[in-house]
């Protein structure tokens, strides 16, 4: 909504001492009053504060309150929590984030750990970054992650964060036109693909945004900082290509190299062998043009997807423009 883009706009302009004091004290209160209200509900286990307001990196007009609410396994109990939930966000304005997957009983937890490698890597994340506000603290029921799951959860930490950077700055009508938003947008997307990396090479968990782009400390990372101190938001077209080449490459060096080594599995700098496949005939590849669908999500297309791109990639203005 244009209404809310304004907003956006207004505390971000706004967010110095004293308005930034009292910002992030309207944060701390919102936070008390949710917590407050899902105490009273039956059921509950635990509630977790997590993302940004865990990790004190709150930006005004940007950073929304994200909550994890463990329930019991009644199920009239968790329907009534997921009531007060989704009228906390309608209160909110949308502060207050939420989505019935916020929601999960202890089995859920475990269920998800396992299954599902995206999930791992928040609810790894959540070990060292979520705040417990009430209840009993259950993280520490959930394994140590094994080495191929934290390859798997990487590579779908970063698959989620191009799909965000698509859908925002290539497909969103409405954050086409919101500066915020896709400096938001840029700034996390380089820092969690570059956190995700990280752990990738060197086996070692990293959260903090802020963290990576000092540690990454390249020409677009100095940008990008330099960019969220700004008070005064604006469209960067080339800080937007800048980033969409950065993820394109991630992504590229990555399946580079997979290609080379087909055989092996290449996990923080070891590799190791596969148990060898039966040989198939060799299929010819038709050499068809970059389609939509191969820009806005790498994986689709397939091998060839993947080396029309590096061969020759499109800006962003034409893949937006598809």
């Known amino acids: 909504m244009r209404w809310k883009s304004q907003v956006r ?59 994890i609410l463990i329930v019991g396994p009644d199920a009239a109990e968790r329907k009534q929590v997921e009531r007060v939930f989704s009228r906390l966000q309608t209160l909110s304005f949308g502060l207050i984030p939420y989505h019935h997957t916020f929601v999960l009983d202890e089995p859920e937890l475990h269920f998800l750990w396992r299954t599902t490698p995206f999930r791992r890597y928040l609810f790894e994340e959540g070990k060292s970054t979520w705040l417990l506000l009430h209840g009993r603290d259950v993280r520490s029921s959930l394994p140590q992650m094994t080495e191929l799951e934290r390859t798997a959860s990487c590579f779908a930490y970063m698959n989620y964060w191009w799909a965000e950077f698509a859908d925002f700055l290539l497909q969103n009508e409405n954050c086409r036109r919101d500066p915020i938003l896709r400096r938001s947008v840029c700034f996390k997307a380089v820092a969690d693909v570059a956190n995700a990396l990280h752990a990738l090479r060197t086996g070692e968990f990293c959260y903090s945004r802020s963290e990576a782009l000092e540690r990454e400390d390249t020409p677009l990372c100095r940008r990008l900082q330099a960019a969220s101190a700004s008070r005064v938001p604006s469209r960067d077209p080339v800080i937007e290509e800048e980033v969409y080449r950065y993820l394109l490459k991630a992504f590229l060096d990555l399946w580079d190299t997979f290609r080379r080594r087909p055989s092996c599995w290449s996990m923080a700098g070891l590799l190791k ?7 198939r005939p060799k299929r010819r590849w038709r050499n068809r043009h970059l389609s939509k669908s191969a820009a806005i999500w790498p994986r689709s297309g397939g091998r060839n997807a993947w080396l029309r791109i590096s061969s020759g990639a ?3 203005r034409s893949t937006a423009a598809c």
């Open 273 to 279: 062998p596969l148990s060898p496949r039966p040989r």
């Open 9 to 67: 706009y207004f505390l971000a302009w706004s967010s110095i001492p004293p308005c930034l004091v009292l910002y992030r004290w309207l944060y701390r209160v919102a936070i008390w009053i949710a917590v407050q209200a899902f105490r009273r509900c039956p059921g509950i286990v635990a509630v977790y504060l997590c993302r940004g307001g865990a990790k004190k990196e709150i930006t005004p007009g940007v950073s929304d309150i994200d909550f």
């Open 314 to 316: 499109p800006s962003i």
